[in-house]
């Protein structure tokens, strides 16, 4: 069951949001660069290729590239 999620970079003062699975959820919340997560709605809609691309920013991520994660916001504005 996909979650609608906020969080906020550390460098960042904009809030971000995205829909994403439970466990991409608890990866977001260990990511270093994520000063806040938090979930704001439960019994969300995604399509794989959604979640497909959210979990590629979050492997980005741990690899210290954050353009990827950041752009993901966009879609769920």
């Known amino acids: 069951m996909p979650f ?4 906020k ?3 960042d003062p904009k809030i971000h949001y995205c829909v994403v699975t439970y466990e991409q959820y608890q990866n977001f919340c260990e990511l270093p660069v ?3 997560c938090k979930i704001v709605k439960e019994n969300q809609t995604n399509t794989k290729k959604n ?3 959210i979990q590629r920013a979050l492997d980005l991520a741990y690899k210290k ?3 990827h ?3 993901l916001s966009e879609n769920y504005s």
């Open 4 to 7: 609608k999620i906020q969080y």
């Open 9 to 11: 970079f550390e460098d």
């Open 34 to 36: 994520i000063q806040d």
């Open 51 to 53: 979640l497909d691309e």
């Open 65 to 67: 590239d954050t353009s």
């Open 69 to 71: 994660i950041r752009k």
